[in-house]
């Protein structure tokens, strides 16, 4: 059993033995001021499962949350913060001093932190591939950033392209190209979505919110042709960081 003075922190998510989060908050509760907090990885086979940990583990002071929970977890919380209730997707959940639980969303933060470096005057349209809550916070960010985007989705409903309508035009209109899928984390390596690799150019920038491993095919691909490339470490750290701040600061 925990020690009453133990803060329990962890990663809500299915198949999550490739995410770095537990090794980044180990590897940060070794300061001496965090030393009696601790980040566990609840790897839950369904969604279902959900409501039974938030009810049986009252002792858990925040969770993140990653895929492919991040829209599926929302009915089991108390609250959404108007971010996240905009963007329709949770990765962080806070315990209130109450017990409620506030769904919030830092990975938008954590994009636009991870992205600005590398936008030049050119970044002026973006192809977001993917429609899940991952792409949902990109979405919100190129709002908030006032870039136009496109999305690409495997089934081309929605008023989204399927990744067969994507042409040499669209490509070279659209210099931004932002992966947001699963598509090529460890251990499927060689995955990558099936855009036309070959019309990338030094004027694009590639962004693949994959991290593990830390050069995707689909990065590689692009970078063949001259494109920049960034993966999403980056995005990880400046999420994870603002999450940290809201479980330690209620105010948030």
Not at 68 to 78: C, H, R, S, T
Not at 141 to 160: A, C, F, M, N
Not at 223 to 250: D, P
Request: net charge negative; aromatic share 12%.
């Amino acid at each position: 059993m925990a020690h009453s003075s133990e803060k329990r922190f962890g990663l809500l998510g299915r198949n999550i033995d490739y995410s770095f989060s537990r090794g980044y908050f180990a590897q940060k509760f070794e300061a001496p001021q965090w030393q009696d907090c601790r980040y566990d990885n609840y790897d839950l086979p369904e969604a279902s499962h959900i409501k039974t940990l938030l009810q049986t583990q009252p002792q858990l002071n925040g969770l993140n949350v990653t895929i492919p929970y991040k829209e599926a977890v929302i009915p089991f919380l108390d609250d959404l913060d108007p971010i996240a209730r905009q963007i329709g997707a949770v990765n962080t959940i806070q315990w209130l001093p109450d017990g409620t639980t506030l769904g919030h969303n830092t990975d938008w933060y954590g994009f636009q932190k991870a992205l600005e470096p590398y936008l030049t005057s050119h970044h002026q349209h973006a192809l977001v591939l993917g429609t899940g809550g991952a792409a949902k916070a990109i979405l919100y960010t190129l709002q908030h950033l006032g870039i136009p985007y496109i999305v690409v989705s495997r089934s081309g409903e929605k008023e989204t392209l399927s990744y067969a309508e994507i042409t040499p035009e669209i490509m070279h209109a659209h210099t931004l190209v932002i992966q947001c899928t699963p598509l090529g984390t460890y251990p499927d390596v060689e995955a990558c979505p099936p855009i036309p690799y070959a019309h990338f150019t030094p004027l694009h920038l590639a962004f693949d919110l994959v991290y593990n491993p830390p050069k995707t095919r689909f990065l590689t691909l692009a970078e063949a042709q001259g494109a920049s490339i960034e993966n999403g470490y980056s995005m990880l750290v400046h999420q994870a960081e603002k999450a940290w701040e809201i479980w330690n600061n209620t105010s948030v």
